[in-house]
């Protein structure tokens, strides 16, 4: 019988997911690791994937990750974040106005027009609600949230959104909108936001971003082998060095679960899911 | 307390969206792995954007708080060495100690500049002509420099508006040799073309040189063309035999062959040619034409020689696919009619200037001392090559009728 094959679920939030899937395919394989992958056109349907046998482990999103292990404890089962990329450590997002606009504080953004990201967003909608709420803010009674809903279902991975709303705040269609920090940085690099235009009003707390999610009962001995691979991934290694270029990382970390606490308070607020891992936010398309 | 021995810089106002990332990145580029920069600045997101910045970029990063300012100690991260590790070097710019290049460029040296060092892990370029003594000559980076140095202006080199007026049967010779040569032309552009897009780039010289063949060549159809319009006529006839002999180059197995049927031999006949009609055009404008189109032409024989020269040089035994190649052509064409009449009796009436015997009489003669011209030219270049006597002599003879 022929060794059993460790099947990982990713979403397909843009073309370049098949470069890198088929590039890590042929490097387990390289490495005497049985490995496939399985895309999804949402994370939702991915995730319902690691509870009915389809997959072993999943690429998940931070949204999806709350929603695997919701749905796990509900169960009495189990979901283990086993690794992620070092930049999915301690993100921020930040609330952005137009130097011009006389807005100085969250609080002066009371009655304004607040641009955020897809809806299942957590860096650039569910995440700045939540901090927005703390400081005592809540749609629609004290601003207007103006969603740039890009691919829903790919909780935002598509930077599509974030851009979107920064056009709008340059157009003056908005008074604020919402980033993650190193777009903020980035826009100003490529001119979507030009430098000086812009001003910080706000940050949210650390939060992280991806992992490596496993189904219940996941094949633990191959489990194991996949992360000792990941974590042999050298920058160095010409070959693996365009695969981490295009994922976006140095180098792989293990999984942690500490930097999910800010979006499962904005998951409870906002009636994404529920306790149990089913979807509540009837204007959910994905 | 002691001054920090730690390097420090400060951004002032800059912000890393202005520029500011460039003396970071420098700053840290002199630092060694695990080494640490102090960053002190005063934009309005610095400290956010640098935090965001050394998260993707691996660097390691904490603020602590001097003279009521915050300071930031970046530690270099090990990743931005890496991508130089086992880097290619691709020989230099200027080629070995007889600016040569090298023996063979490697597919993964890409398209980078002679001299570059590639990041290990580039793209691999596959360019079918690699190999040194499959495309090069000593000369080409001086046949390049001339080449650049002779390039001419159609609408300002030829005195368009010349005065002259031919009979009509005169005129019409004029047309038929014209529309003969830009056939022959397109030939010439797209042969070296076709070899063109298949050269690897480290070979700069040769790539730039038949690239300026390849714009000589589009000047000369230009030329051809005005001419062959300039008093309100379509080009002439062209001939099955003809597009058959021109068809061979296509088909020639490799550049080296290509380039010996089509420059050696073909464009070493045609500056015969376009002395002849230099020497005995009834216009100033097609003498004009001629006379400038035979010196690019020149210089195309003159790489076909030096690279034919030099794979010689280095592989004695290539003589006898050229001399194969020659036989192969005369076999292909032995059914074709070769040059057609149209473009003989052209070329004879061209010569004479006038219908009457003898004109006709003065042209013909002019005609076939061309042809002997050419065979001799034809038989220098094979002697030179390394051909015996007899042998350039039997070779010369299968050349295809229609010159080129």
Known sequence: MSEPTLIMGAVAYAPKVVTIWEGFKAFFAKNGLPFDYVLYSNYERQVEAQFDGTLHLAWNSPLAWVRADRIARSRGQQVQAVAMRDTDCDLRSVVVVRADNPVQTLQDLRGKTVGMGALDSPQATLIPLDHLRTEGLLKPRDFKLRYFDVLGGKHGDHIGGERDAALALMAGEIDACCLIDGNHLAFGLDGTLPSGSTRVIARTGAYDHCNFTTSPGAPAELIERFVALLMAMRWDDAQVRPLLELEGLREWRAGRTSGYALLERAVDDENFYSRDGAILNPDYRY | MAPSSTPTIDIESLGLDQGALLLIRRALAERPVGGELQVRGRSPDWEMHLEAWCRSQGHPLRFDTVEGRPQARITRGPHAEGRWRDAQATGTALGDINGAPADDAEAGWGLAARGATVEAGSPNFFF???????????????????????????????????????????????????????????????????HLGQIHPHFREVLQLLALQCADEARHVEVFTRRATLRGHEPALSTAGGQASLRTLFDAPDFSVATFLLAVLGEGSFVNLLNFLQANAPDPVTRQIARLT????????????????????????????????????????????????????????????????????????????????????????????GFDRDEAERLSALHTRNFM
């Open chain 2, 294 to 385: 035979a010196r690019d032409e020149a210089r195309h024989v003159a790489f076909g020689m030096a690279h034919l020269e030099y794979r010689l040089s280095v592989q004695p035994d290539y003589q006898s696919k050229l001399r194969n190649a020659i036989e192969v052509r005369y076999d292909a064409l032995a059914s074709t009619a070769g040059l057609n009449e149209e473009v003989f009796d052209a070329l004879v009436l061209l010569a004479a200037g006038e219908l009457s015997p003898a004109a006709i009489a003065r042209g013909h003669s002019a005609v076939q001392q061309l042809q002997r011209d050419m065979a001799a030219g034809r038989r220098a270049r094979l002697a030179r090559l």
């Open chain 2, 128 to 194: 079918a002509l690699h190999r040194r003594h499959e495309l090069w000559a000593a000369t080409a980076g001086e046949l390049y420099r001339q080449a650049g140095a002779a390039q001419w202006d159609p609408a300002t080199a030829i005195e368009w508006d010349a005065d002259f007026d031919l009979p009509p049967a005169i005129e019409a010779a004029v047309v038929q040799v014209m529309t003969f040569l830009i056939e022959n032309e397109n030939a010439a552009l797209l042969v070296p073309a076709r």
